[in-house]
């Protein structure tokens, strides 16, 4: 299932995303990712294109926005 949003929505949704204990460090958000894109085949090569962030980051989600 694909969801489409609206730049507003995206606006919306990002800060959220942010804040949710899953995202806390980049293990946590790889791990998540993996999880939400289980049937795809191209999961390694989606996670590389993303750059989940290293465990140093000052904001771990910044790589979201």
């Given at each position: ?7 507003p ?10 804040r ?11 791990d ?34």
């Amino acid at each position: 299932m694909t969801v489409q949003l609206s730049q507003p929505e995206y606006r919306r949704v990002t800060p959220i995303v942010q804040r949710l204990a899953d995202f806390a460090t980049a293990r946590d958000r790889t791990d998540l990712v993996v999880e939400v894109l289980a049937n795809i085949r191209q999961v390694n090569s989606i996670l590389a294109q993303l750059g989940m962030g290293s465990e140093q980051d000052a904001k771990p989600a910044a790589w979201l926005r």
